[in-house]
């Protein structure tokens, strides 16, 4: 059930996480250190995650963790995350432009985009970061192509990862969609924030009806 998150980066070739190469992200619901962080490599430990969550974003934080507060970690609720992520995937290539990404997210009604190079996964993007960063470049910088940017961070996981975990990892990290991987290295789906908000509206109804 591994999930991994990937620096940002201009889209040149994978950007795809390997084990010997990227940062895996352990389980975030345990806030002990496992082991101290080595400046020299990449691997992110808790501790990091510490550092982050002493920002806004550990009220947060607590406030999703506090059902599963009290259970042993072998009674907390499994979802795989391949449950309820959305199967469609759009994409462009790294040597779109800013203004045909978002003509795309438009004309498709999507807030993410995989960006591609040579057909191997370069990056994720989304709507508001885009439109954040053009904010800042001005409106000339439509016409710039994706593989001259600085991409975003973003997630990964496998299908059978806990969507409880991600969730988790999206919180400490701002991002509010992870990228979902099948075991031969191709792109499975996409969760998203709304996901989310659409399984606990479920989940409110049912308990409304008993």
């Known amino acids: 059930m591994s ?41 992110a430990t808790d ?20 059902a599963a507060a009290g259970e042993r970690r072998e009674q907390r609720p499994y979802l795989p995350v391949s449950r309820i992520c959305a199967p469609v995937l759009h994409s462009v290539t790294a040597a779109s432009t800013v203004s045909e990404a978002l003509e795309i997210m438009e004309a498709r009604g999507v807030h993410h985009l995989l960006v591609k ?13 885009l439109l954040t960063w053009l904010h800042q470049q001005g409106p000339e910088a439509m016409a710039q192509q994706l593989v001259h940017i600085e991409l975003p961070a973003f997630l990964t996981a496998s299908p059978e990862t806990d969507a409880h975990q991600v969730a988790r990892l999206m919180l400490a990290h701002q991002l509010n969609a992870a990228l979902v991987v099948n075991e031969g290295g191709q792109p499975q789906g996409i969760v998203t924030s709304t996901d989310y908000l659409r399984l606990y509206a479920s989940a409110g109804q049912q308990e409304g009806s008993v």
């Open 47 to 66: 501790a990091e995650f510490q550092q982050a969550a002493r920002s806004g974003r550990h009220r947060a934080l607590q406030e999703y963790g506090t």
């Open 3 to 43: 999930i991994f998150v990937t620096e940002p980066g201009r889209p040149l070739g994978t950007r795809l996480p390997e084990v010997f190469r990227n940062r895996r992200v352990g389980d975030v619901s345990e806030l002990a250190e496992s082991h101290p962080v080595t400046p020299g490599e990449s691997e």
């Open 117 to 129: 190079a040579e057909e191997q996964v370069a990056g994720l993007i989304d709507q508001r970061w």
